[in-house]
């Protein structure tokens, strides 16, 4: 993905009175830091709304303040949602020369022949990884390939996710935990213990995760 720069003004507007900022058009944000005391920002609402449609919670973005380079992270999106607008955005300044850890997002990818061919249910059991790296080694999103499950009970584990990054990015999770897995729907599983006699439903190991948590909070008073 190439470069983004976000132009950003200092503010001094804070409270409910950053309402009559959003009015001129600003947005209000935030930058912080390890390295860096929290600075209270505003940028162009529009042109920063655009390009916050391509960023993921792993996107390394420039924030451009009084000529000084900000290299950051977004860590939180607060939103107006009758409205569909942004309403703050916090960045987490980062050193591009320090190691961060830092959850990144799994985008699952291909056709797994067991769920084409067999009806079998893809059981999604993480949606985050957690890594290691350098800043500028941060991948915006991890792809799973779901087209190597060829038959029902076919898992992808952590491990074998791990391989598929550069040696530049530490996947901190257990390599033995279960990412994804194809089950039967719950009516074939039990006409298949039907099917034998003296048999018990076995308790499923994996839940379906019904939603994902929302990133973006409710808007600060």
Known sequence: ???????????????????????????????????????????????????????????????????????????????????????????????????IRTMVGLHYVGVSPAVKDYNGVLVHNLEQLEVECLPTDLPERIDIDISVLKQIGDGIRVRDVDTALTDKVVVLNDPDEMVAVVTLTKDEETDAVAAVPGAEPAAPELSVERGKKDEEGEEKK
């Open 1 to 99: 993905m190439e470069k983004v720069v976000l132009q950003a003004e200092k503010r001094s507007v804070v409270g409910k009175q950053v309402k009559a900022l959003r009015r001129e058009g600003k947005l209000p944000g935030v930058i912080y830091g390890r390295h860096v005391e929290p600075i209270a920002i505003s940028l162009e609402a529009h042109s920063t709304g655009l390009a916050m449609t391509k960023l993921t919670s792993s996107s390394l973005v420039t924030i451009n303040l009084d000529g000084k380079d900000y290299p950051a992270l977004v860590r939180d999106r607060q939103r107006d949602y009758i409205k569909g607008v942004l309403t703050h955005v916090d960045f987490l300044a980062v050193d591009l020369n320090e190691k």
